[in-house]
């Protein structure tokens, strides 16, 4: 038999018995004996796997073993060898024949189990553990490796039962300590895992794994003050701990403190160079803080290591059309259509940048193309139907929505603008079922409640229920400037004009120069006689006309009506 403390005990007993072998075979002319030979060839093997020449090793230890083939100690060597080679299935096959024929020698069976917990057997190598345990209760790594395989298995009970039974001989464990509070967070048995965490402090004030845990502890609990308090202690602890990095930076994001969460990445990009991701997180970071042109070097840098992602590519396109550069983002999207010839999200991209530089024919050519591919995208058939309804196809915009609704019957958005495509072919009766249907979907649909309460408003019928629609969107939406505008004039219609004019003031607080609720305040200023008022709110609207079409024409006949008036 062979051991490590026996070998660290004898070596220069064994240097000096190897030179009074090589003596007296010389002077003696006699054959060297096994064990000095296996003595030797060990020694050489060990001097070979210090310094890492681990195939060299193994060589040695495979001739050790042929002058010594008992040695469970030697097989076992030969495993951890071929495991550290990655000749997993060797070392396997080595370590498990020296179990069967030495079924305790502990060595073997920690190797093994450590194998087979990294290929996740688990139950297997938490058997192995149990058998450790039982033929030497002082293995105390094996208390804390299956603590652990317990704990992954949700065994928390015999977790805290072998860690604590490690405890009970060993009060200052701190691995024991600090594994039990990881199972008990694990469990989600916060205050007790805490517990431990800080009896791994008292043991041990620089152990930064504890400080650590107890930051994650914090965050769990919403306690971002004390989390980062934590984190610095494991920085200062372990300045290339880069998981402190990334934890700060989580924290300083909920916190809204981009700069730092910026300090934070850039900290850990800086310790972690090959860590490309971070540029990405950056760059979302500049992109939500509308620094567009960092966000975009962010991305770009990105792209530098990965230049076939797209998902990256479109964050630049996203960037590039917050800043409105649409020629620029087009030609990025053909960079990624290039890649990926079927990228659905490049092509509604194309499809919605064209429709804003009103290039319609192309946007249209976009979200065909799609369908070319695939018909399952309910967007497309959206989007393509808002194409035609504004450049007044509105024939071939229903054709187009009716075909998504056959397709995605329950689809809310495309019944709700089908119906806003009803109301401009003053089809009243459909668009109204159109909108009832939206909202059995969905009662809470704010914009539905919205469009039918104002559709009943402005014919002057229904007024009860209108009110009771548009009450409910400005509960849901109570900011929306459109929906105060509706509350505005289905108060009017009411004929309640104080009310009226109180809540049509508040919607073009919200939505600056609209012309519809301009011309609404100039109806209300018309009925109360206060002409002045009237005649400045529909001029004004006048000359924000252009976005609401004929709007135009009937407030310059409501002017000439009202000069009219005046003149009389």
């Not at 050790?64 to 299935?89: C, F, N, W």
């Not at 050519?365 to 196809?393: C, M, N």
């Not at 915009?397 to 495509?421: H, P, T, Y």
């Not at 629609?469 to 929306?480: C, G, R, T």
């Amino acid at each position: 038999m062979f051991s490590l403390r026996r070998l660290l005990t004898v070596t220069a007993i064994t240097v000096i018995l190897l030179c009074t072998i090589v003596l007296r075979t010389s002077s003696e002319e006699k054959e060297p004996t096994p064990l000095a030979d296996a003595y030797y060839e060990f020694i050489l093997g060990y001097g070979s796997e210090m310094a890492g020449d681990w195939e060299d090793a193994l060589k040695h230890y495979g001739a050790a073993l042929k002058h010594d083939p008992t040695s469970s100690y030697l097989k076992t060597q030969i495993s951890y060898m071929h495991l550290r080679m990655g000749q997993v299935e060797e070392a396997v096959s080595a370590a498990e024949a020296v179990i069967s024929k030495d079924s305790d020698y502990v060595p073997a069976l920690m190797l093994l189990a450590q194998v087979y917990n990294s290929q996740k057997r688990l139950d297997e190598a938490i058997s192995l553990y149990e058998r450790v345990i039982a033929v030497d209760p002082s293995e105390n790594d094996a208390y804390l490796f299956l603590g652990v395989l317990y704990a992954s298995k949700d065994r928390y009970n015999d977790a805290t039962r072998i860690l604590e039974s490690l405890l009970a001989r060993k009060p200052d464990a701190v691995m024991a300590l600090y594994y039990l509070g990881a199972v008990k967070m694990d469990a989600k048995e916060y205050d007790k895992a805490e517990e431990y965490f800080e009896k791994v402090i008292d043991l041990r004030t620089n152990f930064e794994p504890a400080y650590f845990s107890l930051g994650m502890l914090s965050e769990i609990r919403n306690d971002l003050a004390q989390a980062e308090t934590y984190y610095r202690q494991a920085e200062k602890l372990n300045p290339h701990d880069t998981r402190v990095h990334e934890r700060l930076s989580q924290i300083y994001i909920r916190q809204k403190s981009v700069d730092k969460a910026l300090e934070e990445l850039k900290g850990l990009s800086d310790q972690d160079p090959a860590n490309i991701d971070v540029h990405l997180r950056m760059g979302l970071l500049y992109l939500d803080d509308k620094r567009y042109d960092r966000a975009i070097e962010e991305f770009r840098t990105f792209i530098a290591y990965k230049p076939d992602d797209v998902s990256a590519r479109l964050y630049i396109v996203s960037t590039l059309e917050e800043m409105e550069r649409y020629n620029d983002a087009l030609e990025e999207l053909k960079k990624i259509v290039s890649i990926d010839p079927k990228n659905v999200s490049a092509f509604i991209h194309m499809g919605l940048i064209y429709g804003k530089l009103k290039q319609y024919d192309e946007a249209v050519r976009a979200y065909e193309e799609i369908l070319s591919f695939d018909k399952d995208q309910p967007d497309v058939y959206l989007y393509l139907g808002i194409i035609y309804t504004e450049t007044k196809d509105y024939a071939k915009a229903e054709e187009i929505l009716r075909k998504g609704i056959s397709l995605f019957e329950n689809n809310e958005d495309l019944l709700f603008n089908l119906a806003v495509l009803l109301e401009k072919m003053n089809r009243f009766d459909e668009m109204v079922a159109c909108l009832r249907k939206v909202l059995d979907l969905n009662p809470k649909h704010a914009d539905a409640l919205n469009f039918l309460g104002y559709s009943y408003a402005d014919k002057g019928t229904n007024l009860d229920e209108a009110f009771s629609l548009i009450e409910k969107a400005a509960e849901l939406k109570p900011d929306d400037g459109y929906i105060l505008d509706s509350l505005g004039w289905v108060y009017y219609k009411l004929g309640k004009t104080d009310e009226a004019l109180l809540y049509l003031k508040k919607a073009l607080e919200s939505v600056k120069d609209d012309p519809t609720i301009l011309e609404h305040m100039g109806d209300v200023y018309s009925y109360l006689g206060r002409s002045d008022s009237a005649l400045e709110a529909w001029e004004k609207a006048i000359e924000v006309s252009d976005k609401e079409e004929g709007l135009k024409e009937r407030v310059e006949d409501k002017i000439k009506k009202l000069r009219l008036q005046m003149s009389k």
